[in-house]
């Protein structure tokens, strides 16, 4: 072989050598995961979820009407804090104890999953009577069948996916919960499709979608994923941890959601139905802001007890990179707003007036997420809770004041929104500097007294 073809083919092995160790870096990147692809697999949810909203908002506006599409806001306003209080806040807690408590796949199954049936059951009973108390003129069987799919059926599936995340990461995890929207985005235009859209077949829709796919994730997913699904008695620490993280999300969709059932609960249904609409467009703008959230979420849990500004750092970071989105999704929701009543119908036409009014929330909740955040790796869970419980204290106060007080109602529930957000914000830094701090002084004490010699005689 002449010196120069073995010189070629030397080369050729060699790049061919070096693209099959690109290959493989960029593999194993996208299996261990990063924040970028974490990051991606949660726009790429959020995404496909804010298509959905849209085309739920779309479908069900036209086909429900302002009154009736009021109650329904006001059905998964009851919804979201009772998700909170329960699932949500259990998610969290699979979550901590296996990132940062380091507790075993098994024992941790056994914690939770009996753990969150016997709260999601006894939250969709409670669900399914408040409604019955506070939404008029709605029949029963719809609120309690949106409860029953809201609280059971998507609650069993996403802790499952927590599990699932905490032992093979955000991504795969992502994609479970797709098959969710995926569930949604074919109940509601089967339903659509064929003239029979109302709350009671939707209900009755999701509650039969979300328990079949609950049945194929505890009877095929997390087997297959080295999960398994134990029923026992759970650690006295579960309880613990989850109360910590349940009153925080709890109260802290009640802050946002509240304003609806309030509104409902006072007689303003056209009200609620023109303002849920304004704040669901307002809300496809914290899309993007949710998916870094939810893909940072996990790396404020681990905590380094000898490194100073640890979570300080990180919170900024992150609210800096949240508040450039946040501005940004504003202007572009203004520009879009003259769209709204040709989108919606005439119907809807005071929404648009409601639109501006709602996007102060944008960049408050891009600066309140990461110190609430911060606070649980610092370990601070109790003061974060009496943050979130005080905020939804605040709001729900101002909803209950403020909203007959205004001519336009909507002023009110406006009003408790802002107020609440803004304590959010202005406590949870308080709180994040003040204990980062207090953290910081105990380890230049720490250092000082290892570093300084010791006295012999």
């Known amino acids: 072989m002449s010196e120069p073809h073995a010189l070629s083919e030397q080369t050729d092995a060699g790049t061919r050598g070096s693209a099959t160790a690109r290959s493989a870096a960029i593999r194993r990147h996208f299996k261990a995961g990063g924040l970028a692809n974490d990051t991606a697999w949660g726009s790429a949810h959020d995404v496909s979820q804010m298509l959905l909203q849209i085309i739920t908002f779309l479908v069900l506006s036209r086909k429900l009407g302002v009154t009736r599409y009021g109650q329904y806001a006001g059905i998964y306003g009851i919804v979201g804090p009772l998700n909170g209080l329960t699932w949500s806040a259990t998610m969290l807690a699979v979550l901590q104890r296996r990132l940062r408590d380091e507790v075993p796949t098994e024992r941790t199954s056994r914690d939770f999953f009996g753990f969150t049936l016997v709260l999601v059951s006894v939250g969709a009973v409670v669900g399914a009577l408040l409604g019955r108390v506070w939404i008029d003129n709605v029949a029963f069987v719809a609120i309690a069948a949106i409860m029953i799919a809201e609280m059971i059926g998507i609650g069993l599936i996403n802790v499952g996916a927590a599990m699932v995340q905490a032992n093979q990461g955000f991504a795969y995890a992502a994609r479970l919960r797709m098959v969710i929207l995926a569930i949604r985005l074919t109940v509601l235009l ?25 049945a194929v994730m505890v009877v095929h997913i997390l087997p297959g994923r080295g999960i398994p699904v134990l029923w026992g008695r759970p650690d006295k620490a579960v309880f613990h941890t989850s109360a910590l993280l349940a009153v925080p999300l ?23 139905g023109v303002y849920a609409a304004a704040f669901r467009v307002v809300g496809m703008g914290l899309m993007p ?31 800096v990179l949240a508040l450039g989105i946040s501005v940004l999704l504003g202007l572009g929701i203004m520009l879009a707003r003259p769209l709204l009543p040709w989108v919606l119908g005439h119907a809807f036409d005071e929404s648009e007036r409601i639109v501006p009014w709602l996007l102060p929330f944008l960049p408050l909740t891009a600066v309140s997420n990461a110190p609430s955040n911060g606070l649980l790796g610092l370990g601070r869970l109790g003061v974060r809770l009496g943050i979130y419980a005080t905020g939804a204290l605040v709001s729900v106060t101002t909803y209950i004041v403020a909203i007959p007080r205004f001519d336009d109602h909507w002023k009110g529930a406006v009003l408790g929104t802002i107020v609440g957000e803004s304590f959010l914000a202005i406590a949870g830094w308080i709180a994040l500097l003040h204990f980062q701090g207090r953290h910081n002084r105990e380890l230049d004490e720490r250092i000082q007294t290892e570093s300084t010699p010791s006295l012999t005689a």
């Open 190 to 214: 089967s339903l659509a499709s064929i003239d029979h859209l109302t709350l009671v077949t939707l209900g009755i829709g999701y509650a039969i979608g979300f328990l079949a796919y609950t």
């Open 250 to 272: 709890g109260t802290g969709v009640l802050q946002q959601d509240g304003d609806k059932v309030v509104l409902n609960a006072q007689g303003f249904q056209h009200d609620a």
């Open 289 to 319: 802001l949710r998916a870094l959230e939810s893909a940072a979420f996990q790396r404020f849990l681990p905590h380094n007890d000898s490194e100073r500004n640890q979570h300080v750092r990180r919170a900024a970071r992150y609210s």
